[in-house]
């Protein structure tokens, strides 16, 4: 258990429902970044968060997903009209951006799998 | 071209051998990491480097900047180390991209 967690762990939906998950990072965490990863494939970068801001967004994320994180703390990712192709794990991860460190070790959670019927 | 390459994409050994898994990246990183992701999906971080190596019991991560390499060596594997290893570099603003995976497989 690394101090992240993924609400749901599994959700199965049908085509054009919409879906979100909700994402709770180490408490202390400033970033929290958001992952998708499809069969046999590595993660692939979608958004990620300091603080409340959302800094930056993957030209993968289409204008039916949105992510937000309100206070900080925890973040929803929420796909509307989901598709088939939509069907993967997505993996949510935090970690503490120090002011003097160009670089730092994120801490994912176990994931959502999502299935799009 | 993906920018980060893995090798081999599947590997099955037998416990006790040594393991070598390779990374090439073909941009310009300030970290790279090794990860490891068990079936069910979690993934643990086992290394971050940015140079030389670095070394956490049965396992070794060497980075060369100037050929843009790195490799994950697992002595003496054991049937719990079968897993998939992944290899991600860090870009701007501790973004990361990920390799495609290398499969593990240890046979007792």
């Known amino acids: 258990d690394t101090g992240v967690s993924q609400d749901p762990r599994h959700k199965i939906t049908k085509r054009g429902q919409n879906v979100t998950f909700r994402c709770d990072p180490i408490s202390e965490h400033n970033r929290l970044y958001w992952y998708r990863q499809t069969l046999g494939q590595g993660p692939e970068f979608l958004t990620y968060f300091q603080n409340e801001a959302q800094l930056e967004k993957s030209r993968l994320l289409s204008d039916r997903f949105s992510a937000e994180r309100p206070k900080g703390s925890f973040s929803t990712l929420e796909i509307q009209r989901t598709e088939q192709g939509d069907s993967a794990m997505y993996l949510c991860a935090s970690s503490l951006e120090l002011a003097a460190s160009s670089y730092n070790e994120q801490f994912f959670g176990p994931g959502t799998r999502l299935t799009v019927l | 071209k993906n920018e980060v390459e893995q090798s081999p994409q599947n590997l099955t050994a037998q416990e006790g051998e040594f393991i070598t898994i390779n990374c090439s990246y073909s941009?310009?990183?300030?970290?790279l990491h090794w990860l490891q992701q068990h079936p069910g999906g979690g993934i643990v971080s086992l290394f971050m480097?940015?140079?030389g190596k670095k070394k956490h019991g049965r396992l070794i991560a060497t980075i060369n900047i100037q050929e843009k390499h790195s490799s994950l060596h697992i002595t003496a594997s054991h049937p719990r180390d079968s897993a998939v290893y992944i290899c991600?570099?860090?870009?701007?603003?501790?973004?990361?991209?990920f390799g495609q995976g290398t499969r593990l497989t240890i046979n007792p």
């Open positions: 941009v310009g990183i300030s970290a």
């Open positions: 991600a570099v860090e870009l701007g603003a501790q973004k990361l991209v």
């Open positions: 480097l940015s140079s």
